[in-house]
T-cell receptor, first 111, second 113 residues
Framework: GGIITQTPKFLIGQEGQKLTLKCQQNFNHDTMYWYRQDSGKGLRLIYYSITENDLQKGDLSEGYDASREKKSSFSLTVTSAQKNEMAVFLC??????????FGPGTRLTVL | GDSVIQMQGQVTLSENDFLFINCTYSTTGYPTLFWYVQYSGEGPQLLLQVTTANNKGSSRGFEATYDKGTTSFHLQKTSVQEIDSAVYYCAMRDRTSNYQLIWGSGTKLIIKP
């Protein structure tokens, strides 16, 4: 088995601030994903990465940057946090296109 | 565009009740369909998936049948327990990018003790 670790668990920022969320996986999976989860809505894909140094935009990439530094880690940056923004950011990984395994999430609050 | 629709935002049942959660999809072809479950404080985890039209998937007492005629993939369980309280997501593999999933909005299941 393996595990996905997301840090921090809770992130509080100020409007306009650049904020970075981190994700680590030890499944040795090639593909990693970042999703945003808003209350009452489905998961929306922000970025995904098929392999180290690869980046693919999802439907919600505007306002975000991502970086796949190595196979086991995938970072997401909120380039300019918006006031009253509150969501959970979920990281996932998969072997190729198969089952996605999710981390517990980072809960973002912008004051 | 392609979509997955879950009309029920919340379902409230008592223990041992029958569970039925609606899911319909819209796309061309025959995509792989999924049910994911998310327990409080955790990320979603795969509950079951079906790749072939008209097949049934099952796991942990849950079942879903891939009905290409009605483009539905409803989730059922004969007798729910309190531990089944969670949010259930229906999802479909995107036909334009096999790495992406198209997600329904989720159905929160509350089981009264």
């Amino acid at each position: 088995g393996g595990i996905i670790t997301q840090t921090p668990k809770f992130l509080i920022g100020q409007e306009g601030q650049k904020l970075t969320l981190k994700c680590q996986q030890n499944f040795n999976h090639d593909t990693m994903y970042w999703y945003r989860q808003d209350s009452g809505k489905g998961l929306r894909l922000i970025y995904y990465s098929i392999t180290e140094n690869d980046l693919q935009k999802g439907d919600l990439s505007e306002g975000y940057d991502a970086s796949r530094e190595k196979k086991s880690s995938f970072s997401l940056t909120v380039t300019s946090a918006q006031k009253n923004e509150m969501a959970v950011f979920l990281c996932a990984s998969s072997f190729d296109r198969y089952e996605q395994y999710f981390g517990p999430g980072t809960r973002l609050t912008v004051l | 565009g392609d979509s997955v629709i879950q009309m029920q935002g919340q379902v409230t049942l008592s223990e041992n009740d029958f569970l039925f959660i609606n899911c319909t999809y819209s796309t061309t072809g025959y995509p792989t369909l999924f049910w994911y479950v998310q327990y409080s404080g955790e990320g979603p985890q795969l509950l079951l998936q079906v790749t072939t039209a008209n097949n049934k998937g099952s796991s942990r007492g849950f079942e879903a049948t891939y009905d290409k005629g009605t483009t539905s993939f409803h989730l059922q369980k004969t007798s729910v327990q309190e531990i089944d309280s969670a949010v259930y997501y229906c999802a479909m593999r995107d036909r334009t990018s096999n790495y992406q999933l198209i997600w329904g909005s989720g159905t929160k299941l509350i089981i009264k003790p």
